[in-house]
């Protein structure tokens, strides 16, 4: 799937958690909905682009949601 795909798709899942007033909430929604919905090598392709883009345009929650998925895996 190409980055673009990829970075519409999440900007998207979390334009959807926004409106969520627990900010933390919105991260997890985001993160899990990911994890529920994505294939591992759609999460790690999005994660490898950001790394390599980081002045990229991916939603905030997208971004904290990756970095705490990142942190959290071994």
């Known amino acids: 799937m190409s980055a673009e795909s990829l970075i519409k798709m999440a900007n998207q899942i979390a334009q959807y958690f926004s409106s969520e007033p627990d900010h933390a909430l919105a991260v997890n929604g985001v993160r899990q909905h ?21 002045e990229a345009v991916l939603h905030p929650l997208v971004l904290e949601a990756l970095t705490e998925t990142a942190q959290a895996t071994p």
Request: hydrophobic residues 40%; aromatic residues 14%.
């Open 34 to 54: 990911m994890r529920s919905f994505w294939t591992p090598l759609m999460r790690r392709e999005l994660a490898d682009w950001q790394e390599k883009h980081p």
